[in-house]
């Protein structure tokens, strides 16, 4: 009696614990959907390291995007990625990585979390708002483990948190606006011109 009583309580565990990973799922999901039904859009937020916390912005339209945290800026027009530092006034040139999904190096996929890269699990939910792990698959295991804190209605993220090493990024999302009329692609652009004096650091 006392193993099938054990029995059944394994499936229990094992039931709930899946019916609580289908959940953090749909909600990653109903995510990311949103975020790819906007073409252009713009994000404020700010980024907490210790005690540091640093407001930042940045704008996607489809694979290009600029950035721009503190005196920092980074310029991306879909190929190649231009992060512009004021203070060594230098230029540093590389390839887009596609595979990041770090809001700090590609946002165009920084809530793009696709089925299959990712596992998922709720951690808990606290006054509406749901704080999902999601965990690399052994495939992909070098994008490490997310945190996202969404409100479980509207599964808007209010928070991104990247453990990396032990250390911990929090990305606190302010606000999320789609851009509407013609966007200048300008902005996307890096223009050596603006940048006369600085040394460009090209590695692709």
Same mark, same amino acid.
């Given at each position: 009696m006392k193993?099938?009583?054990? %029995?059944? %309580?394994?499936?229990l565990c094992v039931a709930n614990a899946w019916a609580q990973d289908s959940d953090a799922k749909?909600?990653?999901?109903?995510l990311s959907e949103q975020m790819r039904s906007m073409e252009n859009y713009e994000v404020s937020f700010a980024v907490k390291s210790g005690d540091q916390k640093i407001k930042g912005y940045y704008a996607v339209s489809g694979e290009k995007y600029y950035i721009s945290i503190g005196d920092?800026?980074? %310029?991306? /027009?879909?190929?190649?990625?231009?992060e512009v530092n004021a203070q060594n006034k230098e230029v540093t040139v590389d390839a887009v990585d596609t595979k990041s999904h770090n809001i700090l190096t590609n946002p165009t996929r920084a809530f793009d979390f696709i089925d299959?890269? %990712?596992n998922f699990t709720t951690v808990g939910t606290e006054n509406g708002i749901t704080t999902v792990k999601l965990t690399s698959t052994a495939e992909n295991a070098a994008l490490g483990v997310i945190f996202v804190a969404l409100d479980a209605a509207t599964a808007q993220p209010r928070s991104l948190?990247? /453990?990396? /090493?032990g250390a911990q990024i929090i990305i606190e999302i302010a606000s999320i606006d789609e851009l509407t009329g013609m966007v200048d692609i300008s902005m996307f652009t890096f223009d050596k011109n603006n940048y006369r004096g600085y040394e460009?650091?090209?590695f692709r």
């Open positions: 193993k099938v009583i054990a %029995f059944i %309580f394994t499936l749909a909600l990653i999901g109903r920092a800026e980074v %310029f991306c /027009d879909g190929g190649a990625r231009y299959g890269e %990712f948190t990247y /453990d990396v /090493d460009i650091v090209d």
